[in-house]
Each structure stands twice: as structure tokens, then as C-alpha cells.
């Protein structure tokens, strides 16, 4: 069995890339707290394009939104054409 840690740049390796909307904006001490994630303000949305580690971690940021009281529009995983 393989007990080596990940180094945060293998992680991002097999991280999947996911956009995740809020209505609203989300604070920037929040977005501080997502490693690696884009943002991009549209009128009254928040978008957020990033690595996700696992679904625990795509939880994890979508639970911290919703007690920030922020509407969930969509989350997506992107494909490797919404990246290029």
C-alpha cells in the first residue's frame, strides 16, 4: 500500500474541474479559502471555476455557500472543452 502524501500539485492533477453559480456576491474571504478557483462577478452572480479534489470537497464548498445564506444556481462539472 502507497502511503505517500499528494503534493497540492499532483492533487490538482486529479482534481476535477467544476463552475459553481451563486446568486449574490460571495466574500472574499471566502473565495481566499478555495484554492485555485477563478472568479468572474456577472450582474447579481458569482462564478467560480476551479479544481475540486472530491466530492467531499465539491460538498464542503457547496455547504459553506448555502450558510452564507447564497441561492445555488448551478454546479457543473466542465469538460475538457469548457477549459480550453
Do not use: C, F, W
Not at 4 to 9: D, E, L, S
Request: aromatic share 2%.
Amino acid at each position: 500500500m502507497n502511503t505517500k502524501a499528494q503534493t497540492p500539485k499532483e492533487a490538482d492533477m486529479s482534481a476535477l474541474e467544476y463552475e459553481i453559480r451563486v446568486s449574490g456576491l460571495v466574500p472574499d474571504s471566502v473565495l481566499a479559502e478555495i484554492e485555485g478557483v477563478h472568479v468572474v462577478v456577472e450582474p447579481v452572480q458569482t462564478v467560480m471555476r476551479g479544481p475540486v479534489l472530491d466530492q467531499a470537497a465539491l460538498h464542503g464548498i457547496i455547504n459553506r455557500l448555502q450558510r452564507l445564506g447564497l441561492d445555488l444556481i448551478e454546479v457543473r462539472r466542465l469538460t475538457d472543452q469548457d477549459i480550453a
